[in-house]
């Protein structure tokens, strides 16, 4: 069975301009997380979907932006890139959400480079 | 709110010896409890999970890890490290509701040979 998938693997985008990021669950999956990971740091939450709707947002300022689709794959949106938006970013997805926990199964992460 | 405190940014161990990594935590409700593996240029992969059934939790590759309330902890170790376990090592804790996980800032381990 194939994990979750990302794409692109790597690009670069110069400040001010937008970029858009994809990810597809695992078959099966509802939920999608979004994580940004600065070279150094942890992983930091973004969003979290299911069933198309947010579920959760992270202190992210509004140049992110997400949405998912009917076949549960999602897009993470910025805006107005900034040097400091350079990092690796992780899409997880789970089978559901709330009462409990469900187990995240991460993707290989896009790396996104600003200059 | 929910935390992670991971001690020890780096950690060095010699093959076939004991790897600790130590990870307090910090969560207002029961929480859950993690630990994830990263390996360079790859996402990550969960090691392990604590979500309050027994308090001595085993993973895979022969790490385990125990809960313990009294101390807000939840260290991982392994009695013999591998060549192979060389990686970043991330504690991270979720609360019910959505699937917030929130991690550590990792700890780099190096296994000399």
């Known amino acids: 069975d194939a994990g979750v998938t990302q794409s692109p693997t790597h690009l670069i985008k110069t400040r001010g301009q937008h970029v858009t990021l994809r990810c597809s669950p695992i078959s099966g999956h509802k939920s999608v997380s979004w994580y940004q990971q600065v070279l150094g740091q942890g992983p930091q939450f973004i969003f979290q979907y299911y069933e198309k709707e947010e579920r959760g947002r992270g202190n992210f300022p509004d140049r992110f932006s997400a949405r998912q689709f009917p076949n549960y794959s999602s897009e993470l949106n910025v805006n107005a890139l900034l040097l400091g938006d350079s990092a690796l970013y992780l899409c997880?997805?789970?089978?559901?959400?709330?009462?409990?926990?469900?187990?995240?199964?991460f993707g290989p992460g896009t790396r996104l480079t600003v200059t | 709110a929910q935390s992670v405190t991971q001690l020890g940014s780096h950690v060095s161990v010699s093959e076939g010896a004991l790897v600790l990594l130590r990870c307090n935590y910090s969560s207002s409700v029961p929480p859950y409890l993690f630990w994830y593996v990263q390996y360079p240029n790859q996402g990550l992969q969960l090691l392990l999970k604590y979500t309050s059934a027994a308090t001595l939790v085993k993973g895979i590759n022969g790490f385990e890890a125990e809960f313990k309330k009294s101390e807000t902890s939840f260290h991982l170790t392994k009695p013999s490290a591998h060549m192979s376990d060389a990686a970043e090592y991330f504690c991270a804790v979720a609360s019910g509701g959505y699937q917030k996980v929130t991690f550590g800032i990792g700890t780099k381990l190096q296994v000399i040979p």
């Open positions: 997880a997805s789970s089978l559901a959400s709330g009462g409990g926990f469900y187990e995240q199964y």
